[in-house]
Structures are given as structure tokens and as C-alpha cells.
């Protein structure tokens, strides 16, 4: 009996032992992460194993650090994976000017993977789910535009190091959650629902004959309202794609159906069309009732919630709802990278 007594006693004391030392990994992990910034082989490998926190979403969610240190990842395997030197570019993350854009590109993918669980989050209060199941039928539709489902998974592992369930819940899911919160903001937000009310008003009184020029001076919204809504001459490149997928093919006198942009609701009519150089132009007229897009929407959601970044190199400006950097000459850095972007691969993609 004596025996059992000390065997019980010596597996307790192994596994205290175990825990104890667990613990303190956990701890150093945590000082080194939070307290220091570092990101290196042990702090990864600690990461993968337990979810410390890189950004803590209303008290409620989080972001962990394995997911953003995977997501990472991912794009550095992108950009190894893709021969962009045969088009005159190379993308290097391992110099220090590399190393900062890599930083930039980080920033960027834990901005995403906050977005994503406040969009998860607004979307459990309007009651929308979205199953694992949901997302694969979403998958197996889309599959059919890109190929057999063979060489969407080759891509996929070739390119960013997933199968297909990473990809699902990485990005299809994600997407689908967005897609739904957005359509339910449109049916629930006042101002959206009024903005809507009165643009379809605004066609009422056009197919009822009215003056265009002198529905625009009293409906639109746009400063082209004191013109009667005249926009002068377009080409269909300095258009926003919406309208100029519409009003391209119309002829002049045409009138366009109600036209939904970033910008709001629109009502265009053809006031002439000319060619110069081989180049089509149209002179257009415009009625517009702005909305809140989706995106601006979100982010004043976003600028409403309390958001806490952990990590030393990140803080959450809630002014502008986004996550940037402590440190100024990583800021300045990327100003001057965005300013000077042009034909820059690393800043493209």
C-alpha cells in the first residue's frame, strides 16, 4: 500500500513538474511576444500551440497570433511561388527594406482578420450563420469556373500552402459572412431604405415626363444638381465601372434604370455621343441620391467598438478604425512606399 502511495505521489509530481514548466513557457512566450515584440522560431512554434492574443475584438473575440503568423506566412509563400522576375520585378522579404514591406503587408492582414471577426460579430446580432457546409457548397459552385477540383487544390497548396478547407475558412467563409451582413444592412438601415425610397420617387416623376435637368436641381445630391445635373463629356475609362457598364450602350436621349454604385443611387441620361480619335465619349446628365456604402458603414461600426491590439509594434487608431504602427519611421516608410508604388509588385498584390 506504502508503494501505491509513492508512485501516486511521484506521477503527480511529474505532471506538476510538466505543468509548472508549460506555464513558464507560456509566460516567457508571452514577455518575449508582448513585452519585447519578438517573432522568432520558438515564439512561433509556442503560438501554434497556444492562442495569445494579437487583437482583442469587444471583450467578446479575438484575433490570435498563430492565425496572423499562418496568414504571413501565406503571402511570403505567394510571392516565392510566383517568377515574377520573368515580367522584370523581384520581390525579396529577407533584406531590410524587404523585411519592412513584409511588416506593411502584416498590418494589413491583421486590419483583415479584425474586419472579419467584427463582421462575424454584427452578423450573430442580425442572427446570420454561416455553416461550414454552407461555405463548401459555395466552393464546389465556384469550383466549376476555375477547373477541376484537383487543380483548384494543387493551387491552392502550390501558391499560399492550403487545402481546401483552409480555404474555406480563410476566405470563403469570411466572404459569405460579408455578403449576407451587407444584404441585411440594406434592408434594415433607415438611411439606405430612404435613400432607396427616393431615388425610385425621382424615377416616377422622369416616366411621368418631367424635366431632367430640373429633377436633378431638385433630387440629386451631387454638385452637378446646380447644372441640372450636367456632368459634360466621359469616356467610358473615366467612369466608375458601374455606370459605364450601363450607360456606354445607351443612345443619346436614352435614360438609364436606377444604377447602384459605392456612391449611391444614380439616374443618367445620354445627352450626346461622339467619337474623337477612335475614342467614344458621352455627354451625360446625372441625378444622385447618396448612401453610406457597406465599407463605410462598417467602419463606423468599427469606430464604435472597443478594439485593443497587444502586440508593440501595432495599436488600433479608433479615429479611422484601422490598425497602424507605433512606430513613426515604419509609418513614414510606408507613406513614402504608397507614394512612390507605381509598378511596385509588392505593393500591387
Same mark, same amino acid.
Given at each position: 500500500?506504502?508503494?501505491?502511495?509513492?508512485?501516486?505521489?511521484?506521477?503527480?509530481?511529474?505532471?506538476?513538474?510538466?505543468?509548472?514548466?508549460?506555464?513558464?513557457?507560456?509566460?516567457?512566450?508571452?514577455?518575449?511576444?508582448?513585452?519585447?515584440?519578438?517573432?522568432?522560431?520558438?515564439?512561433?512554434?509556442?503560438?501554434k500551440l497556444v492562442?495569445?492574443?494579437?487583437?482583442?475584438?469587444?471583450?467578446?473575440?479575438?484575433?490570435?497570433?498563430?492565425?496572423?503568423?499562418?496568414?504571413?506566412?501565406?503571402?511570403?509563400?505567394?510571392?516565392?511561388?510566383?517568377?515574377?522576375?520573368?515580367?522584370?520585378?523581384?520581390?525579396?522579404?529577407?533584406?531590410?527594406?524587404?523585411?519592412?514591406?513584409?511588416?506593411?503587408?502584416?498590418?494589413?492582414?491583421?486590419?483583415?482578420?479584425?474586419?472579419?471577426?467584427?463582421?462575424?460579430?454584427?452578423?450573430?446580432?442580425?442572427?446570420?450563420?454561416?455553416?461550414?457546409?454552407?461555405?463548401?457548397?459555395?466552393?464546389?459552385? %465556384? *469550383?466549376?469556373?476555375?477547373? =477541376? #477540383?484537383?487543380?483548384?487544390? /494543387? @493551387?491552392?497548396?502550390? &501558391?499560399?500552402?492550403?487545402?481546401? !478547407?483552409?480555404?474555406?475558412?480563410?476566405?470563403?467563409?469570411?466572404?459569405?459572412?460579408?455578403?449576407?451582413?451587407?444584404?441585411?444592412?440594406?434592408?434594415?438601415?433607415?438611411?439606405?431604405?430612404?435613400?432607396?425610397?427616393?431615388?425610385?420617387?425621382?424615377?416616377?416623376?422622369?416616366n411621368k415626363k418631367?424635366?431632367?435637368? %430640373? *429633377?436633378a436641381t431638385k433630387? =440629386? #445630391?451631387?454638385?452637378?444638381? /446646380? @447644372?441640372?445635373?450636367? &456632368?459634360?463629356?466621359?469616356?467610358? !475609362?473615366?467612369?466608375?465601372?458601374?455606370?459605364?457598364?450601363?450607360?456606354?450602350?445607351?443612345?443619346?436621349?436614352?435614360?438609364?434604370?436606377?444604377?447602384?454604385?459605392?456612391?449611391?443611387?444614380?439616374?443618367?441620361?445620354?445627352?450626346?455621343?461622339?467619337?474623337?480619335?477612335?475614342?467614344?465619349?458621352?455627354?451625360?446628365?446625372?441625378?444622385?441620391?447618396?448612401?453610406?456604402?457597406?465599407?463605410?458603414?462598417?467602419?463606423?461600426?468599427?469606430?464604435?467598438?472597443?478594439?485593443?491590439?497587444?502586440?508593440?509594434?501595432?495599436?488600433?487608431?479608433?479615429?479611422?478604425?484601422?490598425?497602424?504602427?507605433?512606430?513613426?519611421?515604419?509609418?513614414?516608410?510606408?507613406?513614402?512606399?504608397?507614394?512612390?508604388?507605381?509598378?511596385?509588385?509588392?505593393?500591387?498584390?
Amino acid at each position: 500500500m506504502h508503494k501505491g502511495i509513492e508512485k501516486k505521489v511521484r506521477i503527480k509530481i511529474v505532471a506538476l513538474s510538466i505543468l509548472a514548466v508549460f506555464l513558464v513557457l507560456i509566460l516567457a512566450t508571452g514577455i518575449c511576444i508582448y513585452g519585447f515584440g519578438a517573432n522568432n522560431y520558438f515564439t512561433g512554434k509556442i503560438t501554434k500551440l497556444v492562442p495569445f492574443p494579437a487583437a482583442l475584438v469587444d471583450g467578446r473575440s479575438f484575433v490570435t497570433i498563430g492565425e496572423l503568423n499562418e496568414d504571413r506566412s501565406s503571402v511570403e509563400r505567394f510571392y516565392k511561388n510566383q517568377n515574377f522576375s520573368e515580367i522584370g520585378f523581384r520581390v525579396d522579404f529577407d533584406t531590410e527594406d524587404g523585411r519592412k514591406r513584409l511588416k506593411i503587408k502584416e498590418k494589413k492582414l491583421l486590419n483583415k482578420l479584425i474586419e472579419n471577426r467584427v463582421v462575424e460579430k454584427l452578423a450573430a446580432e442580425e442572427g446570420i450563420s454561416i455553416t461550414k457546409e454552407m461555405a463548401m457548397q459555395n466552393v464546389s459552385r %465556384e *469550383m466549376k469556373n476555375y477547373g =477541376s #477540383e484537383e487543380y483548384v487544390k /494543387k @493551387n491552392l497548396l502550390h &501558391l499560399y500552402g492550403w487545402n481546401i !478547407d483552409d480555404f474555406v475558412e480563410k476566405l470563403v467563409k469570411p466572404d459569405l459572412y460579408r455578403k449576407e451582413l451587407e444584404s441585411k444592412m440594406r434592408e434594415t438601415e433607415v438611411d439606405f431604405v430612404k435613400a432607396e425610397e427616393k431615388i425610385k420617387k425621382v424615377q416616377e416623376e422622369l416616366n411621368k415626363k418631367k424635366d431632367f435637368s %430640373e *429633377m436633378a436641381t431638385k433630387y =440629386s #445630391e451631387a454638385e452637378s444638381a /446646380k @447644372n441640372g445635373g450636367d &456632368l459634360g463629356w466621359f469616356t467610358a !475609362d473615366q467612369m466608375i465601372p458601374e455606370i459605364a457598364f450601363s450607360v456606354f450602350p445607351m443612345k443619346k436621349g436614352d435614360r438609364s434604370d436606377i444604377i447602384e454604385s459605392p456612391l449611391g443611387f444614380h439616374i443618367i441620361q445620354v445627352e450626346d455621343r461622339k467619337t474623337e480619335d477612335g475614342i467614344d465619349k458621352v455627354k451625360v446628365r446625372q441625378i444622385l441620391v447618396k448612401t453610406k456604402n457597406f465599407a463605410g458603414w462598417l467602419t463606423e461600426k468599427e469606430k464604435n467598438m472597443d478594439i485593443y491590439i497587444p502586440l508593440k509594434e501595432y495599436y488600433w487608431d479608433r479615429d479611422r478604425a484601422v490598425v497602424d504602427f507605433t512606430d513613426n519611421e515604419m509609418k513614414d516608410f510606408e507613406s513614402n512606399l504608397e507614394k512612390n508604388s507605381a509598378g511596385d509588385i509588392s505593393v500591387l498584390f
